[in-house]
């Protein structure tokens, strides 16, 4: 099956510092992947839908410019959580499909 | 968009005990898949099951959808089925096409 691999799985920042996120599919071809957040003990919330080659389509309440995502090829799309604060810290997963959807392992982003 | 509820939010079993965990969707939809998220929050594809039933191994899965629901079962439960399930649709076309909808999941322990 498809496989979607995410580094880093954990990562630590100061406050003010940017992060960037990638996701990679490893076996297929993904013109769109999408990037997903998760809140202890809650599910997964989209957050925005990565299209390779143009621009990121946001769900409502996300800020675009706090959350850039590039997808520059058909296998590579990076979320980078700029000028990072204590809330943004968070679980943060990829997905993207070859068929049935497919999910990174998650990137556990703690800010202090 | 679609609605997506899980029911039960928590199940506590004995190891050896069988399961069933539901899942129940707002619209018609084409697309359902169930997931396991370990504790590690990988999140583990079960199931790709739009229609129809499908076992493998101990899990199996129905899904019925002209009454928008599925199902989940866990037979003779092992300690490492513990986790949070979650289920997921996406539509097949319109603006939503490729959006997954979770649930809220099931948190699933398991005692020796």
Sequence with gaps: ?112 | GIQVEQSPPDLILQEGANSTLRCNFSDSVNNLQWFHQNPWGQLINLFYIPSGTKQNGRLSATTVATERYSLLYISSSQTTDSGVYFCASWPVGGTSYGKLTFGQGTILTVHP
């Excluded at chain 1, 957040?37 to 309440?61: C, D, H, I, V, W």
Aim: a positive charge; glycine letters at 6%; proline letters at 4%.
């Design chain 1, 1 to 112: 099956g498809a496989v979607v691999s995410q580094h880093p799985s954990r990562v630590i920042c100061k406050s003010g510092t940017s992060v960037k996120i990638e996701c990679r599919s490893l076996d297929f071809q993904a013109t769109t992947m999408f990037w997903y957040r998760q809140f202890p003990k809650q599910s997964l919330m989209l957050m925005a839908t990565s299209n390779e080659g143009s621009k990121a389509t946001y769900e409502q309440g996300v800020e675009k410019d706090k959350f850039l995502i590039n997808h520059a090829s058909l296998t590579l799309s990076t979320l980078t959580v700029t000028s990072a604060h204590p809330e943004d810290s968070s679980f943060y997963i990829c997905s993207a499909r070859d068929g049935p959807f497919a999910f990174g392992s998650g990137t556990r982003l703690t800010v202090v």
